[in-house]
């Protein structure tokens, strides 16, 4: 028996002991005595007029198709579910007719050509509304229909995870422009066939010729069969696939997920591209006294100069807020009187003409601001003007109490600070002044000695706004940071109230540390290592790794995952890929141990170390390391699973059709299917 049939023989047994069992703990705590067991069954297709599979069909395009099931049926959620396979102009019309739809077609077809009708999952039965997953309906307008097949699994390149159901669009490689330096298929054409992932991941493309083919992966977020650059993740396959030359693959019907699934042959990654934008000034407002905002259609404006009447160059803070600077914050740092209600000025940027060449460009800019009262603060005026009043009339003196301060900042009262990352702060406006010969921080022992300890504020070189508090943080007693009054003073002439916080340092022997020996057969190859929670959620992460160790301290407790990123610009960050220009998003992985284990459990002063091999690694994807990966990741599902069923305990036990975690092939209890024909269509 070869690996590929022992991973399959353990993901039946697992999936078998786990589901036999709940179902049957489900059918004991079933204890009505009337209406019988829940109707699990999708509906089943007993009629279809014309036969499915048929031939020589008229180019007309406005014939009807009548399908008919052994119950009464519902469409849901057809504008997501249903596509047609190639696309047609016009959607045909599908409506219910008696204990079954009718296909109304609305558009001229092409010669010798094989259609598909995916409905999805939009069939499901009237009573429970059990869905009929992967209905097709297949004929052809010439003699003979497409039967090539292939399939393939498409994950977020960065995630490291199954995309769910995402596009992917075949094009005839002989019917499309050669592609040689740069490739615009998706823009110009539209694809021959069409087929659609499933909530794992894993895709089952039919009715393809034995020729080769461009193959694109689309999210398609608008269903609206286009592809949007900077909105829908796409991957792409570097050369053309004939469905003829692949391996061959098992497919199975998958009884959890209830749907077909099968042994990947292709792998996509998806990516989001950076879609091209024209080079404007979109906006600029100001809705602060203090701030102006600018917000440009495209990222990194190159600005030459920004001049404002009567302010001088050096009382202008410019600052991004979003990293590719196509939002600007402009502060000025003038006292308030000092600013008119109306600020002129002008920028002069390189804008996009209309050929889409960058030229110098200059806008006028009129600013202007004035005060608005919030229904808070009038409410408050009204109350003070009637205590006020109220005062007068009996004589007294009435003393309007104080003003809250408008300064406003992050600093915590108390926290427990991680040593490495120290404390970060941030405030609504630019600090002006900083008088740290004021400002104390002092470490109490439990001797009740207390000593001074040295503070720095380090501005974000990102944020004007955002400060970094560094000190020589140790473990052992208690600091207290106290900022006086008027200490912090910022670009609105606003200053602090006295600010007096508590902070204590994490307890090493709380956390656990993280060890990573990592082994590379290229010493100058860098890469990006990334501790993640049981979620995914980033925690910790190194840049610029080598061969060498890679240490983690103050590791959260709980099951931890660990991402790499194959980072082949050494630039310290993971950059996306490029259809256009047919660059690939670099790669990434998620680390798995010699039993394909993804997850690791850290517990309270722990120390773990893991060796990663990074050539292994990111090792070329092949069919068998590809199903293998799938596979694992199915296993340690039903395993989770399994334990979640055992700790609920058999009275909150549910027989579950769900649709998935995370991208595995799922439970394959079934036979495997033959790969030719009638598939999926009825049983």
Known sequence: MNCTHRHINLLRTAVALLFTTAFLCRCATIGSPTGGPKDSLPPVIINLTP???????????????????????????QQKEFFTSPAMKKKPLITLKGKGIMVQLRDTLKPNTTYALNFGGSIRDNNESNPLNAMRYVFSTGPEIDSMIVSGYTADSYKADSVSKS???????????????????IFKYKPDVIARAENNGIFIAQNLKPIPYRVYAVQDKNDNQMYEPGADQIGFLDEVMNPAEQPDFAIWYDSLRRYPSAEPQLYMRMFTDRAFRRQVLQESQRPMQHKAELFFSAAFPEIQALRFEGIPSDSILIEPVTEGRDTLN???????????????????????????????????????????????????????????????????????????????????????????????????YPLTKIDSSTILLTRSLEDGS??????????????????QL?????????????????????VAGEKNDSIVASYTVYDPAKYATLLLNVQAKDPEATYIVQQLDQSGKLQQEKRHVKAGTVQFNYVSVG????????????????????????????????YANEKGETLFATKANWEIELTIDMDNLFAPVTMHSLQHMLDERELQRLEREAERRRQEGPKNQQHNHGSGGLGGFGSMNNSTMNMTGGMFNTR
């Open 450 to 467: 207390i000593e001074d300890r040295t503070l720095y504020f380090v501005r974000d070189t990102f944020g004007l706004r955002r400060y």
């Open 330 to 428: 402009v502060w000025f740092n003038m006292a308030a009187t000092s600013l008119p209600d109306t600020i002129k000025g002008e920028l002069i940027y390189l804008k996009h003409d209309t050929a889409n060449i960058l030229r110098p460009d200059t806008s006028s800019l009129k600013l202007s601001w004035r005060k608005v009262e919030t229904k808070e603060e009038e409410k408050e005026r009204e109350r003070l003007e009637r205590e006020r009043k109220k005062a007068e009339a009996a004589g007294e003196e009435w003393v309007e109490p104080k003003k809250p301060n408008p300064f406003k900042h992050s600093i915590p009262e108390k926290a427990e600070i991680n040593p490495e990352e120290h404390l970060w702060v941030e405030f609504d």
């Open 51 to 77: 036969d499915n599979f048929s031939t020589n069909r008229p180019l007309t395009g406005h014939e009807r198709i009548f399908i008919e099931f052994d119950e009464f049926v519902q469409i849901k959620d």
């Open 167 to 185: 596009f992917i669009w075949f094009f005839a490689a002989d019917s499309v422009e050669q592609v040689i330096d740069h490739d615009s298929t």
């Open 470 to 490: 560094r000190s020589n943080w140790e473990q052992e007693g208690t600091y207290t940071l106290t900022i006086p009054e008027g200490a912090l003073v910022n």
């Open 559 to 590: 099951e931890i995952q660990i991402r790499v990123v194959e980072d082949k610009n050494h630039n310290g960050k993971w950059d996306t890929g490029n259809v256009v220009e047919m660059r690939q998003p670099e790669r990434t992985e998620l």
